[in-house]
Every structure is written in structure tokens, then in C-alpha cells.
């Protein structure tokens, strides 16, 4: 009986909560990582596309990385369904839809994908800080190695928009 409050108290502490974030942010890349090459598909913009493609990449392998962690931590790699990201890449979806043929996609996309980038950045930042406090040190390197992708990723969609594609959707609107 001891044991089993033991383990149910762990599962709702912080070390529950981390295994959670982890399912949540995996659900989230696995969902990211089919939304990817559609995204470079419609792009009209190469170096946007590009962009889609070179993340997708990287998304590969932060999905091995998190099996990798869920493996250290001896958890089943499962993801749990996250709200957030379903609703992040609904709007980028919308943008898909409404602006398709239009000199304002690429903008829409890259603003898009910076939400997504925003959300895992402060979803593995929290991991981090969590995995820290736990004394987690087998996992933080893993995570920050994703975390530093993250921020490269949000850096280039930065300036792709302020390179000209902002630019670019405001001149062909204007004409």
C-alpha cells in the first residue's frame, strides 16, 4: 500500500508532471512533423520552403532525441494529445486555406511556424528547468540540444520575414 501512494504521488508531482510535458511536446513534434512537408509544398518563396524542409529534418531528429529521453527515464515513448499545438497549427492551416494564390501566404506561413517555434521553445525551456530541479542531468543535455534548434529556427523565420518576404506581401498589396 506504501509503495503504491509512493507511485501515485511521484505521478502527480513533478516527475509526473515532466513525463507529461514530455508526452505533450512529443505528441506536438509528431503533429509538426506531418505539417512540415505541406508547408514547403505551398510556399512560394524558395528560401521559405527551404526553411520548412531544413526544420523538418531537425524535427526527425528531435523526435529521436525525445524517444531517446523517454528511454533513460524508462517511459513508454506515447505521446498526449495537446490542445495547444492542435490549435497553433489549426490557424496555420487556416492560413493555408484562406491565402493560398496570395503574395501574403509566405508571410502567413513564416508567422505560423514562429508560433509553433514560440511554443515549443517555452515547452522545452519548462522541461529543462523541471528536469534540472529533479536532478534530471541524463536528460538536459538532450533537451537543450532541442532547445538550441528551437531558438536557430525561430532566428531564420525572423529573418526570412524581415529579409524581404514581409516586405515582399506589403509592395505585391500595395500594387
Known sequence: ????????????GLTG??????KDIYYAEKKILKALP?????????QVSAAFEKHRTETEAQVERLEEVFDILGVAARGKTCPAIDGILEEGAEI?????GL???????????????HYEIARYGTLI?????????DIVELLKATLREE?????A???????????????????
Open 103 to 117: 503574395p501574403s501566404l509566405d508571410a502567413g506561413l513564416v508567422g505560423a511556424a514562429q508560433a509553433v517555434e
Open 151 to 155: 531558438k536557430a529556427t525561430d532566428e
Open 38 to 46: 505541406k508547408m514547403a509544398r505551398s510556399a512560394d518563396d524558395q
Open 129 to 137: 528547468a523541471w528536469a534540472n530541479s529533479l536532478g534530471r542531468d
Open 17 to 22: 508532471m515532466l513525463v507529461d510535458g514530455l
Open 96 to 100: 493555408l486555406d484562406e491565402y493560398k
Open 1 to 12: 500500500m506504501a509503495d503504491t501512494k509512493k507511485a501515485n504521488a511521484n505521478a502527480k
Open 157 to 175: 523565420l525572423t529573418s526570412l520575414g524581415e529579409g524581404g518576404v514581409n516586405d515582399r506581401a506589403a509592395e505585391q498589396q500595395a500594387a
